[in-house]
């Protein structure tokens, strides 16, 4: 995870949690660098709700977790609700970085978006914390921005879908016979996106209910046949 913003400071020592595992040598550990104490506050929240058992993360259990004191944290965040805005930020920064590359390196739209589909339920799978943000569970009683601001990541996802199928579609008119991908005369970027989309929120949802035990790629290859084609 990349930090969000570099010119935090490091947690001082005063606002260290020295109540238990305490140094009797006096000896502290190597200060983190301006930024990493955010980005490790970040990693130690997906890092929690990866649990498989869901629970409300306050910010006295995060505190807990690193060993700091709750005001440590707030040199750093200004609330827990920032801090569930960074683990959005690099959500849309990992997927839209990687769906540029995927544009940038398929030529045909359909496979764009078939690529597309499979890196966002790998993604889920890599990171089941962070399936929790985008399916909305963890922001349960947290700032209603949050969820508009995911709402909003899942939009712009849709929209990019629905611009590769646009050029598959235009692939099949331009071509005749001889397209990569063939596609029914009656083909719907827009709705064969809005599919799509659902799908994939249907997998991150079933794969967060299952204990992050049922895997959201299973027998992704041939849905997506039936979706996309």
Same mark, same amino acid.
């Given at each position: 995870?990349?930090?969000?913003?570099?010119h935090d400071?490091?947690?001082?020592?005063?606002? $260290?949690?020295?109540?238990? !595992?305490? !140094?009797?040598?006096?000896?502290r550990g190597?200060?983190?660098?301006? /930024?990493?104490?955010?980005?490790?506050? @970040?990693?130690?929240?997906?890092?929690?709700?990866?649990?498989? #058992?869901? *629970? #409300?993360?306050?910010?006295?259990?995060?505190?807990?977790?690193?060993? %700091?004191?709750?005001?440590?944290?707030?040199?750093?965040?200004?609330? #827990? &609700?920032?801090?569930?805005?960074?683990?959005?930020?690099?959500? *849309?920064?990992?997927?839209?970085?990687? =769906? !540029?590359?995927?544009?940038? #390196? *398929?030529?045909?739209? %359909?496979?764009?978006?078939?690529?597309?589909?499979?890196?966002? @339920?790998n993604f889920?799978?890599? !990171?089941?914390?962070?399936? $929790? %943000?985008?399916? /909305?569970?963890?922001?349960?009683?947290?700032?209603?921005?949050?969820?508009?601001?995911?709402?909003?990541?899942?939009?712009? %996802?849709?929209?990019?879908?629905?611009?590769?199928?646009?050029?598959? @579609?235009?692939?099949?008119?331009?071509?005749?016979?001889?397209?990569?991908?063939?596609?029914?005369?009656?083909?719907?970027? &827009?709705?064969?996106?809005?599919?799509?989309?659902?799908? =994939?929120?249907?997998?991150?949802?079933?794969? +967060?209910?299952? /204990?992050?035990?049922?895997?959201?790629?299973?027998? &992704?290859? +041939?849905?997506?046949?039936?979706?996309?084609?």
């Amino acid at each position: 995870m990349q930090p969000t913003d570099r010119h935090d400071p490091p947690v001082d020592d005063e606002h $260290r949690d020295t109540s238990s !595992n305490s !140094n009797t040598s006096g000896a502290r550990g190597p200060r983190m660098k301006p /930024g990493e104490r955010r980005v490790h506050i @970040l990693q130690t929240l997906a890092a929690m709700l990866e649990a498989p #058992k869901s *629970e #409300k993360i306050t910010t006295a259990a995060l505190a807990a977790r690193l060993g %700091v004191s709750e005001a440590a944290l707030y040199r750093h965040f200004a609330s #827990k &609700a920032q801090m569930f805005e960074g683990l959005i930020e690099f959500i *849309e920064q990992s997927i839209f970085g990687l =769906i !540029n590359q995927i544009v940038s #390196k *398929e030529p045909n739209g %359909v496979l764009q978006a078939r690529s597309i589909a499979l890196m966002l @339920l790998n993604f889920a799978a890599k !990171n089941p914390g962070m399936t $929790r %943000v985008l399916t /909305g569970e963890a922001l349960v009683g947290e700032h209603e921005r949050l969820a508009e601001r995911v709402s909003q990541m899942l939009e712009r %996802v849709e929209a990019s879908l629905k611009q590769c199928l646009r050029l598959g @579609l235009m692939d099949v008119n331009t071509q005749a016979g001889n397209a990569a991908v063939p596609l029914p005369a009656d083909y719907d970027p &827009a709705v064969r996106a809005s599919l799509l989309v659902s799908y =994939i929120i249907g997998r991150w949802h079933r794969f +967060a209910r299952s /204990g992050f035990s049922r895997t959201p790629g299973e027998h &992704a290859e +041939a849905q997506l046949l039936l979706i996309l084609q």
